[in-house]
Each structure stands twice: as C-alpha cells, then as structure tokens.
C-alpha cells in the first residue's frame, strides 16, 4: 500500500521523480533543458516549496508561475500538448507513488493551476495578434 503525501518529504520525493521524466520527455524536456535552459540545483527547491505551499498552504513559495511561462511562451510556443503532456506526467507520478486524500488533492490542483496557466496563454496571444 502507498502512503498518502503528508510532509515535504514526499513533496520532494514527488517533484523529483516527475522531473527525473520531464528531463528526458520528448515534447517537454527540450523546453526545459535547452529553451529555459533550467538550473536544476535552484529549480528543484523552489518547485518544493511551491507543491508544499499547493497542498499545504505553508507559505514559503514567492514567486509568479503565470508570469514565469508567459516568459517561456515567448521564448518557444507553448500549447494544449504541451499541458497535457505536463498533467499525463504529473498525475502518473503521483500515482505510482502515493494515494490518499492529498495525493487526490494535489493532483486537482495541479490539473488546475495547469488550466490557468494555459488559459493565461491562450490570452496573451489573443491581446499580442490584436
């Protein structure tokens, strides 16, 4: 049976393992790797404390993850296969390893958090083509 995701000790077991795929994923991993060209030592903490802050509330997260890809969809398009692909990767990781009520959660809010993402997207390429 897994455990459920009840500290930062699975939320750093989960952000790692979800961007162990993303570093090697075909239509993800040349964004990151090459476009966003991601420093990894100082990507993975600020991911940590982002996924805690999701779930958890804790408050340790500042920063700006819509701006952040509106940036990153400047650098390289970004589009729906991009988001699903993101979504099919997370929820996969959450399920291999975890289940319970806040494996459940995190995954919901990960589905939304992606949705406001890609919405914000889609808004700005509407306003840029005006």
Known sequence: ?????????????????????????????FIFN????????????????????????IGSYTGNPV????????????NNTHFEQWNKLFLETVDENFEGPNATLIKQRAISISMVLAQKIAQTKKSEQV
Do not use: C, Q
Request: proline letters at 3%; aromatic letters at 14%; a negative charge.
């Open 67 to 78: 701006k952040l890809h509106t940036h990153l969809h400047h650098l390289t398009p970004l």
């Open 1 to 29: 049976m897994k455990s459920d995701i009840v500290s930062r000790k699975e939320i750093i077991i989960l952000v790692d393992s979800f961007y162990t795929k993303i570093k090697v994923d075909f239509t993800l991993g």
């Open 34 to 57: 090459e476009v966003a060209n991601v420093n990894w030592d100082k990507h993975l903490p600020i991911m940590y404390d982002f996924w805690e802050n999701t779930l958890f509330y």
